[in-house]
Nanobody
Framework: VQLVESGGGLAQAGDSLRLSCGGS????????MAWFRQAPGSEREFVAAHSKRDGSTFYADSVKGRFAIGRDNAKKEVWLQMVNLKPDDTAVYYC??????????????????WGRGTQVTVSS
């Protein structure tokens, strides 16, 4: 399984960016999908997740109301729409996937497959 993120880059506070993640995954619809991020000097943290079971979405408190996760199973793609970006959003953003049968995970350990990440830098 390969996951490849795209769409990162430089932004100013208040700007919007859309990250995308494509995967060479058979039966993409059977995977929970999520985004995590890692800022310099910090551990990787949960950002958003999309459940394969019922399409429900979950967000970290820090991004609620500003970020939206979505997926297109036919295109085998998950995206993260980010609006009103803040300098604290600066991080490497990672796409993650897992096919476990339980509820969608919100922890790093619950995901098996990871992309290499895409850098998002937000200036004030």
């Amino acid at each position: 399984v390969q996951l490849v993120e795209s769409g990162g880059g430089l932004a100013q506070a208040g700007d919007s960016l859309r990250l995308s993640c494509g995967g060479s995954i058979e039966s993409f619809r059977t995977y929970h999908m999520a985004w995590f991020r890692q800022a310099p000097g910090s551990e990787r943290e949960f950002v958003a997740a999309h459940s394969k079971r019922d399409g429900s979405t979950f967000y970290a408190d820090s991004v609620k109301g500003r970020f939206a996760i979505g997926r297109d199973n036919a295109k085998k793609e998950v995206w993260l729409q980010m609006v009103n970006l803040k300098p604290d959003d600066t991080a490497v953003y990672y796409c993650a996937a897992d096919a476990h049968g339980g509820p969608v995970g919100l922890r790093e350990a619950e995901y098996t497959y990871w992309g290499r990440g895409t850098q998002v830098t937000v200036s004030s």
